[in-house]
C-alpha cells in the first residue's frame, strides 16, 4: 500500500462558501490568462479551456504516479492557511493533496483529503505551515481502476482568519449523546452506556421508550478521565431494566441517543449475516445473486477468462531477494492450480496465514456449537447461511470452511520437489490494482510466493481440525485433511526456520512476514494431538515454550502472527484426552486469563475488553477485541460462571456502538454503521453501480498507526479509539478481511447459544 511522508500537519476539511479571485497566493487561480504554472506528471495531461483546468487521468498507477501540482510556494513557519478551490469530475474520486518541500527530502507540512461528486464541489480547508522552504501543492490522482477526467478553478491560498483557525475542533472534544450498544441489550444482562462529559458530579439520564415515554431514570458513575478519546467519563447503568422491546433510548443532558432493543436474542440473526459474508468472499465460483442478493452477483473470478490470468496455473515469482532460500536463489519449475478459497480483504490476494486462522476459527464455531451447544446449537444446521450447498447434509459453517480448506491443501508443494510437503505462503497479483476492480476483471499476472514454515503449520492446525470435525460427514475428505496435516507436519521439521520476508520486493499484496514460529508449532501440535491422541504430537507440545508459558497478552489474545492462544484454548475445550494433570493446567490457564481480561474491563470506561500498551489502538483493533472475548467465552464453558458471559455481552457493546465514534462496526447493524470498508468490488462509495460491503461485516476499527492517505489526510492528532474513518481508501482503519470476519461470527455463535 501507498505511504505517504510522515510529521504531517492536522488539517480541517470542510465544504464553505468562498470568494473566487480572492487575493492569494496563487497565480492567475481562475484559469483566464495562461500564467498559473500548474504541472502534471507522465500519465496525466493537462488542458486549459473555459477558465479551467483540466486533467484527464489515465487508469491504473499508484496515486503518487499520476500528479499535477504548483511550485514555489512561500509560507511563515506557525501560520495558518486556508487553501479552497472548486473540484468538477463526472463521478466520485477520493485523492490526498500535499503540501510539501519543492525538493528533497520533499517534506510534508500538510496532508488534505478532497472529494469530487458528479458536478462541480466546494473545497475549503485550514493547515498550519511547518518551514519556510519553497513549497509545492501536488494531488495524487493515480490508482484508479478506468480513467478519468477532473477540473480545477478559483484555486486560493491566503492566510486563515482566527474564525477559520477556531473552526478546527479535534474530533474527541464533539459533544456526543450517550454511546449505546445500536443492536441491543439481552433481557438479563448488563446494560450500560457511556457519556463523554467534564461535568464535576453525576448526570442524570432517562430511558424511554418508542413512544417517548419515560421508562426509567438514575444518575450517572463518572469513570475517570479515558486517555484514549481524550475526555472525562461517566457510566449510565440500567442493568435493573427487564422489559423486552425496541426503540429505546437514553437521554442526558437533552440529547437523545441512538435507539436500541432489550430482549433475549440479540445476536441470533448476526451469526447467520457474519457466516453468509464468507461466500461472496469465494473465488473462483460465480457468486448466484438469487443466494446473495442481487447487488452481490458476479461473474468467477481469476478463472483463466481474458482478462484474468486466473490461478489453475500459476508459476512461482522469482527475481526479487524474496526468493532466497538458505541464502541461495530459489525457484521451482511446476505451476500449482491454487483456484478457490477465500479473498483475504479488500484486494485479490490469498494468504495462507490469514486464511488458516480464518478457518480455523469456523471450525472452532462449529465444534463449541457441537460440543457446548450439545447438538441444539443452529450452528449444527444444514440451513445457517445463505450459501450454494445449504440442505446438502453437511453443516453450512463446514461447507464453508471446505472451500478454504480446499485452496489450502492445493497451496502445498508438490512430492519430488526439494521443499514438497511445505506450503506456499501466499497468491497474489505482482502489480496493485486500482480500485474499483473486480475479481474476474483482475488483468494481472498471479505468483506463488516461497513456501513458509509459518503457512505450512497453518495448513497443519486447520487441516487436522477439520479432519476430526469431518469425519461424521465425509470420512474421505476427512482422511485427506490429516493425511495432508501430517505431511505438512513432517516438512515443517525438517525445515523448522523458513520465515516469510518482511518484503517480498513487490507490489500487489501484503507481505505477512513473521520470524516466530514457536506459536505455529504449538498450535499445530496441539490440533494434531486432539484429533489423533498421538504420543509424538504431545512430547512437542511439552518441549514448546508455549506449554506453559503465558499465550493469552492483552494487547490481543491472538491474531495471525500470535496463534499460541489458539492451540492453549482448543487443548482446554477438547483435550479431554490429556493426562488429568496436564488437562487440569491448561484449564486453568484459560480461566485464568478469562479472569484476568473481566479485571480489566472493570477498569473501561467503554466496557470492551482491550486496553494496549500505550493506549495505543492497533491495526485490527476490533478484532483484536473480539479475540480477547474469545477466551472470556472459553472461560465460561469451562466453568459455567455468569461473570464471563456477562463481560463477554458487555465488551460486544463498543463494536456495536458504545465507543467514541458512536458508531457500529459492523455493516447493517444499527441506526449508523460503518459501510464504506475498503473493498475493490463492495466499492459503491467510489462507484454508484457497485454495492456497498454486505450486511454483517465488520470494520477493522480505529489504528492509531496512520498508514494510509486518507487516515494521514483526516486523522492527524487523533486520539487513539478515534484513529478511524469510513473511507473505501482507509485501508488502515476501514479494511474487511476473513480473518476479522470469523472471531465475528464465533462470538456471535457464543452468545446467541449462550442465553
Known amino acids: 500500500m501507498p505511504k505517504l511522508p510522515a510529521s504531517l500537519a492536522l488539517a480541517l476539511l470542510v465544504c464553505l462558501p468562498f470568494p473566487a479571485g480572492a487575493a492569494d497566493m496563487i497565480a492567475d487561480g481562475t484559469f483566464e490568462n495562461g500564467e498559473d504554472g ?44 486556508r487553501l479552497t478551490m472548486t473540484l468538477e469530475a463526472t463521478g466520485r474520486h477520493v485523492f490526498p493533496i500535499l503540501v510539501q518541500r519543492n525538493a528533497e527530502p520533499w517534506t510534508a507540512q500538510a496532508t488534505l483529503n478532497a472529494e469530487t461528486k458528479a458536478g462541480i464541489e466546494a473545497f475549503s480547508t485550514v493547515f498550519k505551515a511547518t518551514e519556510p522552504e519553497p513549497a509545492q501543492i501536488i494531488l495524487h490522482l493515480g490508482g484508479v481502476g478506468k480513467s478519468w477526467r477532473f477540473c480545477l478553478d478559483n484555486v486560493a491560498i491566503q492566510e486563515a482568519t482566527p ?81 423486552a422491546g425496541e426503540g429505546y433510548r437514553l437521554i442526558v443532558d437533552g440529547k437523545r441517543s441512538y435507539p436500541f432493543a432489550v430482549g433475549h436474542d440479540i445476536y441470533g440473526k448476526l451469526r447467520i449475516d457474519a457466516l453468509s459474508w464468507f461466500y461472496p468472499q469465494r473465488s473462483g465460483i460465480e457468486i448466484d445473486g438469487d443466494i446473495a442478493g442481487d447487488a452481490y452477483a458476479r461473474p468467477a473470478g481469476h478463472v483463466q477468462k481474458s482478462p484474468n490470468r486466473g ?15 538458505y541464502g541461495k536463489d530459489w525457484t521451482c519449475d511446476y505451476t500449482l492450480d491454487v483456484s478457490g478459497g477465500w479473498y483475504d480483504a479488500g484486494d485479490q490476494g490469498k494468504y495462507v496465514v490469514n486464511g488458516g486462522i480464518a478457518v480455523a476459527q469456523l471450525l472452532g464455531t462449529f465444534e463449541r456449537g457441537l460440543v457446548f451447544g450439545k447438538g441444539a446449537s443452529p450452528v449444527v444446521s444444514d440451513s445457517l447461511s445463505r450459501i450454494p450447498e445449504n440442505g446438502n447434509g ?38 496493485w490494482t486500482g480500485v474499483p476492480m473486480l475479481p474476474h ?17 497453518n495448513l497443519v492446525a486447520a487441516a487436522a481440525q477439520g479432519a476430526r470435525l469431518f469425519a461424521p460427514y465425509d470420512e474421505a475428505f476427512s482422511k485427506k485433511l490429516l493425511a495432508a496435516a501430517e505431511k505438512a507436519w513432517r516438512a515443517a521439521t525438517l525445515h523448522p526456520a ?52 503465558p499465550v493469552f497478552p492483552a494487547v490481543g489474545a491472538f491474531d495471525w502472527r500470535s496463534v499460541a492462544g489458539l492451540g492453549r484454548l482448543d487443548l482446554a475445550l477438547y483435550g479431554d484426552g490429556l493426562p488429568e494433570e496436564d488437562r487440569v493446567m491448561i484449564r486453568e490457564s ?67 456502538g458504545r465507543n467514541a465514534m458512536n458508531l457500529s462496526y459492523v455493516t447493517g447493524y444499527g441506526s449508523a454503521f460503518a459501510k464504506n470498508q475498503h473493498s475493490r ?75
Open 498 to 549: 523458513l520465515y516469510a520476508p518482511n518484503s517480498d520486493g513487490l507490489q500487489g499484496g501484503g507481505d505477512y512476514g513473521d520470524t516466530d514460529v514457536t506459536d505455529e508449532f504449538y498450535w499445530a501440535a496441539a490440533e494434531l494431538y486432539i484429533s489423533t491422541g498421538e504420543a509424538r504430537y504431545l512430547a512437542a507440545l511439552k518441549s514448546s515454550p508455549h506449554w506453559t508459558g
Open 394 to 431: 453437511v453443516p453450512d459453517i463446514l461447507d464453508e470452511a471446505r472451500w478454504e480448506l480446499e485452496f489450502l491443501m492445493k497451496m502445498m508443494v508438490p512430492d519430488g520437489q526439494p521443499l514438497a510437503g511445505m506450503v506456499h505462503h501466499k497468491v497474489h497479483d505482482t502489480k
Open 590 to 656: 484459560v480461566v485464568s486469563a478469562a479472569g484476568a481480561f473481566t479485571d480489566l474491563q472493570k477498569n473501561e470506561p467503554f466496557g470492551h475488553i482491550y486496553r494496549p500498551a500505550k493506549n495505543r489502538y492497533d491495526w485490527g483493533s476490533n478484532q483484536l477485541i473480539l479475540q480477547n472475548m474469545i477466551v472470556v467465552s472459553a472461560g465460561y464453558d469451562l466453568t459455567g460462571e455468569q461473570p464471563f458471559l456477562n463481560s463477554v455481552r458487555e465488551s460486544m457493546d463498543y463494536i456495536f
Open 163 to 243: 474564525e477559520e483557525i477556531a473552526a478546527e475542533v479535534p474530533r474527541a472534544t464533539r459533544a456526543l449523546p450517550a454511546l449505546v450498544n445500536q443492536a441491543g441489550y439481552f433481557l438479563d444482562g448488563p446494560k450500560r452506556a457511556t457519556i463523554l462529559s467534564g461535568a464535576d458530579k453525576p448526570l442524570t439520564f432517562r430511558l424511554e421508550d418508542a413512544a417517548g415515554m419515560v421508562v426509567g431514570e438514575g444518575l450517572a458513575t463518572p469513570a475517570g478521565f479515558d486517555e484514549t478519546v481524550g475526555s472525562a467519563t461517566q457510566i449510565a447503568d440500567f442493568s435493573p431494566f427487564r422489559t
Open 441 to 457: 476483471l483482475d488483468p494481472e499476472l498471479r505468483a506463488l510466493h516461497r513456501p513458509s514454515t509459518a503457512a505450512t503449520l
Open 681 to 755: 468490488w463492495y466499492a459503491h462509495q467510489l462507484d454508484e453501480t457497485l454495492p456497498n460491503p454486505p450486511i454483517g461485516t465488520l470494520a477493522g476499527g480505529p489504528n492509531s498507526t496512520l498508514v494510509d492517505d486518507v487516515a494521514k489526510a483526516r486523522l492527524k492528532g487523533c486520539r487513539p479509539q478515534t484513529c478511524y474513518v469510513d473511507d473505501i481508501m482507509s485501508w488502515g482503519t476501514n479494511e474487511l478481511t476473513i480473518n476479522w470476519n470469523a472471531p465475528l461470527v464465533y462470538v456471535a455463535s457464543f452468545l446467541a447459544d449462550a442465553r
Open 311 to 325: 490461478d489453475a496455473e500459476v508459476t512461482c515469482l522469482t527475481g526479487t531477494v524474496a526468493v532466497k532460500l
Open 38 to 81: 500548474f504541472w502534471a506528471s507522465g500519465g496525466v495531461v493537462l488542458s486549459r479551456h473555459g477558465g479551467k483546468l483540466c486533467a484527464d487521468v489515465e487508469a491504473g498507477g499508484e496515486p503518487w504516479g499520476r500528479l499535477i501540482g504548483v511550485n514555489d510556494l512561500e509560507f511563515s513557519p506557525g501560520t495558518s492557511y
